[in-house]
């Protein structure tokens, strides 16, 4: 049962003027009079009621931070306590770098653990192990992790990582030869709290649905949708989907790979395949058009329309299996305060729950001013 299908609960009216309502007619009723606005008894019990009604705020907002679906921060760690289900802290993103010479040197060239190269003398990238340069040779591949914990680290191409903070004798170069990646904060509430719902399928082997999308979910915090999907009798394969929509890169794909191998964890029948999301290309190309009336405002509109358009984007790719759909796209331009948009791409498409959309051309114009 997915948390957004329950009904809310209160566990005590929290209204201050119910709570004043009560002081006062609890009052009136034992003492057998009635008071006046104004009455120093009335005074007293409209301050007493202030209190009342945050007593039972704290008594509501106590009472829902023992249910999964309202429970936040340290209350909602004790609720996956229970399950054995942490929070994931927040990771640091890697990045192979490749450090080179000019020439072939005829002695082995040595690249200590630590190492540093930075893209722009601020964000450091450390390497994680120990290379050797060989004799002969005019490079060496190393894995490094940015010493800056959280998503800061991610995303700088090949060959954006290329000045050498220590100095090494021999070396006259580095470059990322990879897109860094992996880099993301602590789980945030939302993404836990999903985790903790899946915890308890996770108490046998990874047989049932939920179980493989929990446990993929606590490979990194960087993994935000899973789908598992048997495409063939015994045959199950697993699509992860990373933050921003994108596409997992082969380590994260062999690390869900090791996570759902284990004999404790999959089904002796069972034959486990982690694979990339399919990628569902799809072209956004849309007029919208300002009333004359509201002209003096065309600057903030046109900026609450790129946002419009921007937040669509995201929103399209940030799930698996979302139909690539242009009524949402409408309805966030219009929310925006134009007149009118036309939207001629994309056109609705339902995609598989193994798909994402993922934008190519993106084209959202002004059409011009159009009378009320």
């Not at 993929?216 to 699509?239: E, N």
Request: aromatic share 8%.
């Amino acid at each position: 049962m997915s948390l957004d299908n329950l009904s809310d609960i209160a566990f005590c009216d929290t209204d201050p003027s119910t709570a004043q309502t009560d002081a006062v007619s609890s009052y009136e009723t034992v003492a057998g009079v009635s008071l006046a606005a104004g009455n120093p008894e009335r005074l007293f019990l409209e301050a007493v009621a202030v209190i009342l009604a945050q007593q039972r705020y704290l008594i509501d907002w106590t009472g829902k931070q023992n249910l999964l679906a309202y429970a936040s921060g340290d209350y909602l760690a004790h609720l996956g306590a229970f399950y054995g289900c942490g929070r994931l802290a927040a990771t640091a993103a890697t990045v192979t770098l490749r450090f080179s010479t000019d020439e072939t040197k005829s002695y082995a060239i040595l690249i200590p653990t630590g190492t540093r190269a930075t893209p722009d003398n601020s964000l450091i990238f450390a390497t994680d192990s120990t290379a050797t340069l060989a004799a002969g040779e005019t490079s060496v591949d190393v894995v490094a992790t940015c010493v800056t914990i959280g998503p800061t680290g991610s995303g700088y191409v090949a060959g954006q990582i290329n000045k050498l903070v220590d100095v090494i004798s021999g070396v006259t170069a580095v470059t990322n030869t990879t897109t860094s990646y992996g880099g993301a904060d602590e789980e945030d509430d939302v993404r836990y709290r999903e985790r903790i719902r899946l915890a308890v399928e996770s108490f046998s082997t990874c047989g049932p649905e939920g179980a493989y999308q929990y446990r993929t979910l606590s490979v990194s915090p960087v993994i935000i949708d899973v789908a598992a999907v048997s495409h063939d009798p015994g045959v199950v394969t697993v699509y992860p989907l990373c933050c921003g929509g994108v596409l997992p890169t082969a380590t994260l794909i062999g690390a869900v790979a090791v996570a759902l191998g284990g004999r404790k964890v999959r089904p002796l029948t069972d034959i486990v395949q982690v694979r990339s999301p399919e990628p569902v290309p799809y072209d956004v190309k849309a007029t919208w058009y300002l009333a004359e009336s509201a002209s003096g405002k065309a600057a903030v509109v046109a900026a609450a329309v790129e946002k419009a358009k921007s937040e669509y984007l995201a929103w399209q790719r940030g799930k698996l299996g979302r139909d690539i759909d242009p009524s949402e796209l409408t309805a966030r331009i219009k929310a925006a305060g134009v007149k009118r948009v036309v939207v001629t791409s994309p056109e609705y498409k339902q995609l598989e729950a193994w798909q994402v959309a993922i934008p190519g051309t993106v084209g959202v114009v002004f059409g011009g001013m159009e009378g009320a």
